[in-house]
C-alpha cells in the first residue's frame, strides 16, 4: 500500500474520522459487493471504542448512511441531516440507495468490552434474505484517519504504486533527499506523479486547502451551543469579530497567535457539528495542518503566492504522515491522542519549517520536537463527544507546531533523538497505555468532569 496526499488529507464529515467516516466507508463497501435486492435484514455489531463513544461521534448514523451508500466525501451536512430525518419516521432504509429494509438504531448492538483481535475499532456486518439465510458476513475495521481494512483482505485504501522513492523511516526519507539532493516536498511530489500528472496534485492539494477554508468560514458563522448536550458554546463567531475589529488585514503580527487559535477552534467546532472538513490526517485533530498553514500564508515572509505556500506544505506534511501510519498508528482508539493531535502536530511543524526555508534534517527535527512533547497524550473526551477536551487542544497544538518548526530552524538540523526514535516511543507508549484513556470515555477528563 502507498500512502499518498489523498490518503491522509480526505474530505469528510464530522466528528470522527474513525468513528464517522470510517465506519460509513466501511458500511459502504458491504454492500457494494452485494445484491441489494435480494437481502431483506442487514445486522450490525460494533466493538470496542465504536461501541463505546459511537453515539457521541456520530456512529450509529454514520453507519446507516453507509449502508444507503453514501460516501463521506460525497454527501453534505444538510443532506444528512434530510437523510437522518427521513430514517427517523420512516424506520427504513435503501440499501445501497435501492431496496428498502426496515432498520434504526435500535438494530446496531454495542460490545464496548470486547475488543476483536484486528483493532479497537471492529465493526461486523450480516446480510440475509427473507428466510434468514446468510448471504454475506464481513469484520472490517476502522484503523484511523478514515483509513478501513476489511478482515482477511489486504488493504486496499490506498493504491499500491511503485513510486521512486519509497519510505517508511525517516530515515530513507532523508537518505532519498541526501542522494538526489532534493528536499522532503520534491520527494514526496515525486512519488504522487507517479499516479497521477503533476498538475493534478497541485490542484488536488489547492482543493484540500478551498475545503478547510471554507470549514472556517462556516465554524466563524455558526452560533450558539454545540450539538449533543453539553452545553459548549462556539467560540468561533464571537473570536472572528473581535480579530477582525482588531486587525482588518489579519496580518498584524502581534495577533498571529489569536489568529492560529481562531482557525483551530472554528475547523473543530465545525468538526464537533458534524460538519464538512478535511481529515488531517484525522477528524478530532482537523483544526491542526489548516491553523499552521494560515499562519504561513499570512504571517510568514511575503512575496509567494498562495500555491507556492499551500503545495510544498502539504507535500512535506504528507511525507511526515506516511511515517505515522507506516510505523505506528494515527488511531486514538488505538494509541490515544498522541497519534491524532501528535501527528498533525508533527506533520504541520514539518510543513511549516518547509516552506520557511528549511532544511531536510530541519524539517526532520520540527517534526521530532513537536512529537516529542505531545507523548503520552490521551484521548478522553467528556460524554464520546469530540469537543472537550478537544477544540482547544488542537489550538494548543498548532501553537506547539509553530514553535516546533522555529526552534528547528534556529539549529542546523543536528539533534539527539531522531524522529524514528520519536515515532516508534509514540508506538510503544500507546501500546502500553491503558484502554481508558483510548477513546472510550472510561478514563481522564471523561470520568473526572461531570456532564452538565
Known amino acids: 500500500m502507498t500512502i499518498g496526499v489523498f490518503d491522509l488529507f480526505r474530505v469528510g464529515l464530522g466528528p470522527s474520522s474513525s468513528h464517522t467516516v470510517g465506519p460509513m466507508r466501511a458500511a459502504s463497501d458491504f454492500v457494494s459487493r452485494l445484491d441489494a435486492s435480494a437481502i431483506a435484514r442487514v445486522g450490525v455489531d460494533l466493538y470496542g471504542s465504536l461501541a463505546a463513544t459511537g453515539r457521541g461521534h456520530g456512529t450509529f448514523l454514520a453507519v446507516l448512511l453507509g449502508l444507503e451508500g453514501c460516501r463521506p466525501d460525497r454527501i453534505l451536512p444538510d443532506e444528512v441531516e434530510a437523510r437522518a430525518a427521513a430514517l427517523h419516521r420512516s424506520g427504513r432504509l435503501r440499501l445501497g440507495g435501492a431496496t428498502e429494509v426496515v432498520f434504526g438504531e435500535d438494530d446496531i448492538v454495542l460490545h464496548p468490552l470486547t475488543l476483536l483481535p484486528g483493532h479497537s475499532n471492529g465493526m461486523r456486518f450480516r446480510a440475509e434474505d427473507a428466510s434468514g439465510a446468510l448471504l454475506d458476513e464481513a469484520i472490517y475495521y476502522s484503523v484511523g484517519g478514515g483509513f478501513i481494512l476489511r478482515d482477511g483482505e489486504a488493504a486496499t485504501d490506498a493504491e499500491d504504486v511503485a513510486v521512486p522513492f519509497p519510505f517508511e523511516t525517516a530515515a530513507e526519507l532523508l537518505a532519498h533527499c541526501a542522494r538526489e539532493q532534493l528536499g522532503i516536498a520534491d520527494v514526496m511530489l515525486h512519488n504522487e506523479v507517479a499516479s497521477r500528472d503533476e498538475a493534478t496534485v497541485r490542484a488536488g492539494i489547492l482543493d484540500i486547502v478551498d475545503v478547510m477554508e471554507a470549514s472556517v468560514r462556516s465554524g466563524a458563522a455558526r452560533e450558539g451551543m454545540l450539538p449533543g448536550g453539553l452545553n459548549v458554546p462556539r467560540r468561533a463567531p464571537q473570536w472572528h469579530a473581535r480579530l477582525v475589529a482588531q486587525d ?161 530552524l534556529w539549529g542546523d538540523g543536528s539533534h539527539k533523538v531522531s524522529l524514528d526514535e520519536v515515532i516508534l516511543t509514540m508506538w510503544e507508549t500507546g501500546r502500553d497505555m491503558s484502554s481508558k484513556y483510548k477513546e472510550t470515555s472510561l478514563g481522564g477528563l471523561a470520568v473526572s468532569v461531570v456532564e452538565c
Not at 478535511?278 to 485533530?285: E, F, S
Not at 499562519?295 to 504528507?318: K, M, N, Q
Request: glycine content about 10%; charged content about 15%; hydrophobic content about 50%.
Open 248 to 408: 482588518p488585514a489579519g496580518t498584524d503580527p502581534s495577533l498571529w497567535q489569536e489568529w492560529v487559535n481562531f482557525v483551530a477552534l472554528a475547523v473543530n467546532e465545525e468538526n464537533a457539528s458534524g460538519g464538512r472538513i478535511v481529515t488531517a490526517p484525522t477528524n478530532g485533530a482537523a483544526g491542526i495542518v489548516p491553523a499552521v498553514l494560515h499562519y504561513a500564508t499570512h504571517f510568514a515572509p511575503a512575496g509567494r503566492s498562495r500555491a507556492e505556500i499551500a503545495v510544498p506544505y502539504f507535500l512535506t506534511a504528507a511525507a511526515i504522515g506516511v511515517l505515522y501510519k507506516a510505523r505506528a498508528s494515527i488511531s486514538g482508539a488505538e494509541v490515544g491522542c498522541q497519534g491524532e493531535v501528535g501527528s498533525a502536530s508533527s506533520m504541520a511543524a514539518a510543513g511549516l519549517a518547509e516552506v520557511l526555508g528549511g532544511t531536510p534534517r530541519q524539517v526532520e527535527n520540527a517534526a521530532e520536537i513537536a512529537m516529542e512533547h505531545n507523548l503520552g497524550l490521551t484521548c478522553d473526551p467528556i460524554g464520546g463527544l469530540v469537543q472537550i477536551p478537544c477544540i482547544e487542544r488542537n489550538a494548543i497544538a498548532a501553537a506547539k507546531a509553530i514553535n516546533a518548526a522555529k526552534m528547528a
